[in-house]
């Protein structure tokens, strides 16, 4: 199972709001064209999400 950290625009800025489990892998992720990235979207990486695997949507 998968995690997937959520979070929200506030205007340009996005905002962490959190993670929730999505019970799909990222074999199941990239066929729906997600793909990972080197780089929280965040500009920071979140406490308690140092491991994370951050990914993207075409």
Known sequence: MTSI???QY???KL???G???LGAGMM???RRGYQV???SPFG???KGNK???WISHN
């Open 37 to 39: 990235i080197n780089y």
């Open 19 to 21: 993670h929730v489990t």
């Open 28 to 30: 199941h992720l990239s």
């Open 10 to 12: 506030n205007g340009d």
């Open 51 to 53: 491991e994370a695997v």
């Open 44 to 46: 920071y990486v979140p």
């Open 5 to 7: 950290i959520i979070g």
């Open 15 to 17: 905002i962490y709001k």
